[in-house]
């Protein structure tokens, strides 16, 4: 299973939004609706934020959004604050209980 | 609520074993699977398998079958994670998470730094 494919850094103001996508596949991405997001600040451990595509688990602000077209997915943050500048990793089911991540994309709020 | 707590960091050497361990509370651990995932320094999060602890079923990362096996004990909601003939490149800190739909992690550990050096 190859990793999908992640832009390597994004970045954006405070009160801007910002979209990180994530390219897989017919076999992954494209095939199921299983595909979360993680934020990871430095040297901790990743933090769910969206998971089935677009649900957000309790406690997760409501700026977090996901949506899937095709083989793509995406996850949107609007009114960036500094404490979302961190490393964003999705994560796609590829069939089989095969796993597959995305190589993960550094957030900077300028 | 939902924690998932690892065994302290590990130091080994090239060729060696080492076996994590992941105490789960705050739901029913049979309910659902367990995940690993690794970091190396500086690296993004790879994939290693899952494992189902209501059946014990396992599914392997094709990079790392033959060298890894991952097992559940019920009785103490705790799962392991052992991998076998460690090489330099294996250094990482090592997750493990609750899986939901698809095996994807939803509640993480707090990860176990694992360095492999002579």
């Known amino acids: 299973q190859s990793a999908l494919t992640q832009p390597a850094s994004v970045s954006g103001s405070p009160g801007q939004s910002i979209t990180i996508s994530c390219t897989g596949t017919?076999?992954?991405?494209?095939?199921?609706?299983?595909v979360s997001w993680y934020q990871q600040h430095p040297g901790k451990a990743p933090k769910l934020m969206i998971y089935e595509g677009s649900k957000r688990p309790s406690g997760v602000s409501n700026r977090f959004s996901g949506s899937k077209s095709g083989n793509t997915a995406s996850l949107t943050i609007s009114g960036l604050q500094a404490e979302d500048e961190a490393d964003y990793y999705c994560c796609s089911y590829a069939g089989s209980s095969f796993v597959v991540f995305g190589g993960g994309t550094k957030l900077t709020v300028l | 609520q939902v924690q998932l707590v690892q065994s302290g960091a590990e130091v080994k050497k090239p060729g060696a074993s080492v076996k994590v361990s992941c105490k789960a509370s705050?739901?029913?651990?049979?309910?659902?699977?367990i995940s690993w995932v690794r970091q190396a320094p500086g690296q993004g999060l790879e994939w290693m398998g899952w494992?189902?602890?209501?059946?014990?079923?396992?599914n392997y990362a094709q990079k790392l079958q033959g060298r890894v096996t991952m097992t559940t004990d019920t009785s103490t909601s705790t799962a392991y994670m052992e991998l076998r003939s460690l090489r330099s490149d294996d250094t990482a800190v090592y997750y493990c998470a609750r899986a939901g739909g698809g095996a994807l992690p939803l509640n993480w550990g707090q990860g176990t730094l694992v360095t492999v050096s002579s």
């Open positions: 494992i189902s602890a209501y059946n014990g079923n396992t």
């Open positions: 017919s076999s992954d991405v494209g095939s199921y609706n299983l």
């Open positions: 705050g739901y029913t651990f049979t309910s659902y699977g």
